[in-house]
């Protein structure tokens, strides 16, 4: 089993930067997949940025140019760096890994509100 803990979320101006943090349980060297998506209310979750364990980022397009995912291996953790931040970003951001295995994990999500 395998733990997500997001943190980094909270109440931003628009034009404003968050960073938000997942820490797994874990080595993220087990997960093949790691990736943050998005759920505002009365839509659906959908992916906003993802990384392969090869390297490979791909961002929705909402998020090019403005959000980045990284990760730090020591730490466990996989970070998305967001910046001129607009009021439809709004939304609880939730963090998924994929294992190797193909099992699949998410935190429970970090509310992000971008508000004058």
């Known amino acids: 089993q395998v733990q997500l803990v997001e943190s980094g979320g909270g109440l931003v101006q628009p034009g404003g930067s968050l960073r938000l943090s997942c820490v797994a349980s874990r080595s993220i060297f087990w997960f093949n997949f790691m990736g943050w998506y998005r759920q505002a209310p009365g839509k659906e979750r959908e992916l906003v940025a993802a990384l392969t364990s090869a390297g490979s980022t791909n961002y929705a397009d909402s998020a090019k140019g403005r959000f980045t995912i990284s990760r730090d291996n020591a730490k466990n953790t996989v970070y998305l760096q967001m910046n001129s931040l607009k009021p439809e970003d709004t939304a609880v951001y939730y963090c998924?890994?994929?294992?190797?295995?193909?099992?699949?994990?998410w935190g429970k999500g970090t509310l992000v509100t971008v508000s004058s």
């Open positions: 998924n890994v994929v294992a190797f295995s193909g099992m699949k994990y």
